[in-house]
């Protein structure tokens, strides 16, 4: 064999024994180990074994026999007598130290001190075989039991020193003495215990017990084995000689290798000295480069992979936030084209609202110019009937003056009568000439006194006709006036209604301005103008319930104003847009 050839390992790993624990998983050798170099020792093989039938099987163990359990019997029967007696001594021993040099007050409470503990160990020890009969151990109550058997012991030693004089030897084996019961007791536990153990866990993994003569031969070398065996969960002794053995030829190949001098061997080479005492063996420690290495490319495959599958999922991401934008974007223009199309009919009915409300102020003010007109007509008039009423004071003065030309005339005839019988007496003493001549001028002024008769009647006649016809003027002239005050009056409801139909123009003119700044649907516009309508017809909600509301907006404000109003034809969404006024109204809405 030359110096650079593979070194062979010494011993062949023991079949029996599990494979052993190792930090990490390795890969495979980087070459292959030839044939062991020798046998390996006879006291490997014959290693002592805490767990000889660790590979057995509870279906494949036998039944005890009477014999075995006449045994097993007699053995936890002394067990218990040793139990019985250790406590019986510790007690005493215990209870008497603790009163006398403990400071406990009485014998009594020494021996409840000592009943304490012993209580308390034998406790802890039933509790201990429990959990391991039911497959639950719990390691850690082992060591308050031994602390307190250790305390138990420290205290029966205690009772047996010497107070006034200087040790001696028998005063060492006194001590030792009233200590060894106690821990024999512990023992025999520990014994059970273990043997509870491997009856209920046949199939537990076992662990090798390092020969007694390898401490006595090897103390500094030993305590190493039996730390790594310990650290690094390597159960088998051969196991762990087989590896001190592998990793002995490594090394002396080595310095064959570099002629005795490690430092020129690499760094790699001299990795299994490095990292044996971590649990590697020689050839995991050689195929850590290579497995490193090729973890180290795993690693970079999978951060390259890991990047191409960011990369794709990125590239998805953009595409998905892409199509969802360009979708966002569609539906913004839809829901701008519908908002356009809204705000337009919005528009159109404003401008119609607007135009209506501009016409019924025209309306309005021709109604307003109406009425200042029949005003005119009214002044017109009561000077028409002035008039009339002074031409009839007029008429009545003439009638007077006819009446009193009449009743002159009267007076007249009568005195013309009376000269006719003057003349008719004195018709005797005149001559006929003279009679005849005073005849003539009587008839002649009884003609002329009749004809002024006949005009003064004529002129009463005439007066009395114009005192009809100014009668009759008065009367039209006061019908006239009747006629003016119901004008008058119609042209000031005219003009209130005007008024009215302004301010009701001019609110649903802000109304519209303020909808079309808050940007309301038509929907939202309707009710809000049926709101405005039954707030226009009289509604006063103040005060009123939720349904007197709406009862007084349902009198008020009939389907088919609401159907005038909002341009539907639909009876059921005009009754809806009624609803929601009043629903408006009652919430407080005032425009």
Known sequence: MTITEWPRTAAVPDPVSPAPTVVSETLAAVSAAPGTVSETPDFVSETQKRNPDETGSTSGREPLTGLQKLAIGGIVAAALILAGIGLYLSFAHVASFAHKELRFGSLDKGQLFAVGV???????????????????????????????????????????????????????VAAFAHGVVPVLFIMIVEVGRDAIDRIVRPDREGRDAIPLIRWVLAPVATPRIYRRMRLWGVSSYPEMVRREQDLLAYEQWLKRKYNGDLSKATDDERLPMKMAPYGYTVSEALAMPDQQEAEAEKRAEEAERRRREATTRQKLAENRAEAERLEADGQLESVRAR???????????????????????AQDEAALETAVQAEARTRVAEAEREEAEAREATADADLRTAELERQAA????????????????????????????????AEADQAAAEIEAAAAETRRATAETERKEAEEIKRKARAEVSAEAARKAAAETAKAAAETHRAAAEIERRAVEIEDEAKLSPRERSVRKVA?????????????????????????????????????SSTDTASKYRQEAAILIANGYRP
């Open 339 to 361: 908002v356009d199309s809204e705000k337009g009919m919005a528009r159109a009915h404003s401008k119609a609202q607007i135009s209506a409300a501009e016409k019924a102020a």
């Open 118 to 172: 012993d209580v308390g160990i034998m406790v802890m020890i039933a509790v201990d075989l429990l959990m391991a009969w039911l497959k639950r151990p719990i390691t850690w109550v082992r060591y308050p039991v031994w602390l307190l058997t250790s305390a138990t012991v420290v205290l029966n030693a205690a009772s047996a020193t010497p107070k006034d004089k200087q040790w001696e030897l028998l005063d060492y």
């Open 532 to 568: 405005r309508l039954a707030l226009t017809a009289g509604l006063l909600p103040d005060g009123l319930a939720p349904e007197d509301v709406q009862d007084e907006l349902n009198a008020r404000v009939s389907i088919t104003d609401v159907q005038r109003e909002c341009d539907v």
């Open 410 to 441: 009267q007076k007249r005839k009568e005195a013309a009568e009376a000269d006719r019988a003057a003349a008719a007496e004195a018709q005797a003493v005149e001559t006929q000439a003279i009679a005849e001549a005073r005849q003539a001028t």
